[in-house]
């Protein structure tokens, strides 16, 4: 699922290589930096117009303004971005959210976003690989409680910075309800299901951390969803949990609503796999 195409002007151009306007028109005259015309004689960039050119000029990519601070400290790391590097990017983004630095983080997730890569590409190869890694080291006793919390919640800010520069599609094509079962402290891959659905089109309903279910009949009835999506990363107590999830479908069921659920809280949770579509990655949230 990728951002809305974007166009920057010539202004824009400049900041964003970090030179003045009247090099971009040389540039463009030369051919050295493409670009669309418009109807009145404009100059219109889309972002790979800037990542062929730096591909091509790689000294320049120092000067480029995709970071606000330290542009030359961060060049490699804005070239792997460019380059749809992924692996490359995640032991910087594991290094700046334990640093608890959210300004870092977004300023990377807004980098991608820019580059129009696919904001689930982003999710699965990024900032799962990196989540995992933080819990990692909390089971292992390497971060404290504190550490994880923080680094987490660097990345949830990040995500609710990156989510107001993505432009949803005029027309919604129905409600979605994006629900944490009650015991759940972690939103964030809930989250990151609302970014892609919002991006589809569908109007979301997002239920946060620790989400009581005794009243999903009550939600369900009144907002009408055509689907259900349904997140469990850890599970404390199974029979509190699955009597819980039950619930759930029981609502779900007068209503037709179609249920997706996800997270490691699953492989103990029971369900009807002819009722209920797990899905285990962002791309498929993208496209089912």
């Known amino acids: 699922m990728q951002a809305t195409i974007q166009y920057f002007n010539s202004i824009d151009a400049a900041k964003i290589l970090g030179v003045n306007v009247s090099t971009i028109k040389r540039w463009t005259l030369e051919g050295k930096l493409e670009c669309v015309t418009s109807s009145g004689g404009h100059r219109k960039f889309l972002f790979a117009h800037f990542v062929n050119f730096l591909q091509q000029n790689q000294k320049k990519i120092a000067k480029s303004d995709f970071f606000p601070l330290s542009r030359k400290a961060h060049s490699r790391l804005v070239w792997h971005i460019l380059k749809g590097n992924y692996d490359a990017v995640v032991q910087p ?36 690989p990196v989540l995992h890694q933080v819990g990692d080291l909390w089971e292992r006793g390497e971060i404290s409680i504190f550490d994880e919390h923080f680094a987490s919640q660097a990345i949830r800010d990040g995500l609710a910075r990156m989510q107001g520069g993505l432009k949803a599609p005029d027309k919604i094509i129905g409600n979605v309800f994006c629900l944490n079962m009650s015991s759940e402290l972690h939103d964030i891959a809930l989250k990151m ?96």
Do not use: W
């Open 193 to 288: 299901v609302d970014h892609i659905l919002e991006m589809r089109g569908f109007n979301i309903f997002f239920s946060g951390q620790v989400s009581p279910s005794f009243d999903v009949h009550r939600i369900v009835t009144k907002i009408q969803p055509v689907r259900i999506y349904v997140s469990s990363t850890y599970v404390a107590n199974k029979s509190m949990i699955q009597m819980e999830f039950d619930r759930i479908v029981e609502s779900c069921n007068p209503h037709n609503i179609t249920i997706f659920v996800g997270g490691r809280g699953f492989d103990v949770i029971n369900y009807d796999p002819q009722r209920v579509q797990r899905l285990h990655t962002f791309k498929e949230v993208a496209i089912v």
């Open 93 to 128: 983004m594991l290094k700046y959210a334990l640093k608890f630095d959210r300004g870092m983080v977004h300023n990377i997730l807004n980098c991608f976003s820019l580059a129009q890569h696919p904001i689930n590409e982003i999710f699965d190869h990024v900032l799962t």
